[in-house]
């Protein structure tokens, strides 16, 4: 099904401030030239400008031109579990290289992650995520082994475990989420491309099922200058994290 109109001239609009064509500073074409460019009305390039306006992307409001204030692109909850959708939403080209995919008995920091017994039966995985075939972030992660068992039927090559482990009837309901800095280890350095050492930022997320329980940890590296987390809070406290790219 064809997407509405504003929302194709806000997709153009924001690819071309995500690629540079439309920086910092900048003024958008005028209504009338959008007008004309779209072969539109004024009201599907308004809605379209009003919903750049509502991402914090441009300023300006009635008689004022807009102008490009920001070129971080801001994802919502779902994108945070999974890349590749983060990556399609921002116009960019996701990949994967499988490291390792292995059954194992849980060490103290994987149970402890987990909330599993030491020696408890986990998966684990070590994936290279790719942005336009290039070295973005090392993602680690660990599963339940009721849910991971599931993933040595999937090509983890292939795209999105979450999409995956949803098609399976996964419900992962909720999620916590710490960001910080690390240095690169040797893993990260080698497979990251970068020296020892090398500052990356760090998202490690619990993910729960509705009833509560832990079923998977990750530990997701990115290279410096990639993305960068927001927060927003609501006046009703809810807190949505957003990941945005920086370049």
Request: charged letters at 20%; hydrophobic letters at 40%; aromatic letters at 4%.
């Amino acid at each position: 099904m064809a997407q509405a109109l504003h929302v194709q001239i806000a997709r153009d609009l924001r690819d071309r401030i995500r690629r540079g064509e439309l920086g910092l500073g900048t003024a958008l074409p005028s209504e009338s030239q959008l007008c004309a460019q779209w072969k539109s009305s004024r009201g599907p390039v308004r809605q379209a400008l009003t919903t750049l306006r509502a991402e914090g992307l441009i300023t300006g409001g009635p008689g004022k031109p807009p102008v490009v204030c920001s070129t971080a692109v801001g994802q919502p909850f779902d994108t945070l579990l999974s890349y590749s959708a983060w990556a399609h939403s921002i116009g960019r080209t996701p990949g994967q290289h499988t490291l390792e995919l292995s059954l194992r008995r849980a060490d103290e920091h994987t149970a402890a992650s987990l909330h599993v017994e030491v020696g408890s039966p986990v998966v684990q995985l070590l994936r290279l995520r790719l942005l336009d075939g290039s070295p973005a972030m090392l993602e680690r992660a660990a599963f339940v082994e009721r849910i991971g068992r599931t993933l040595f039927d999937f090509d983890c090559d292939s795209g999105s475990i979450w999409a995956f482990l949803q098609s399976r009837g996964v419900q992962l309901a909720t999620a916590s989420h710490t960001i910080d800095a690390v240095g690169a280890d040797p893993v990260d350095a080698t497979n990251l491309q970068v020296p020892e050492g090398t500052p990356l930022l760090r998202q490690r997320r619990t993910t729960r099922a509705a009833d509560g329980e832990v079923i998977e940890f990750h530990d997701d590296r990115y290279l410096p200058g990639l993305v960068t987390f927001t927060l927003e809070n609501t006046l009703e406290t809810r807190t949505t994290l957003a990941r945005n790219a920086t370049r």
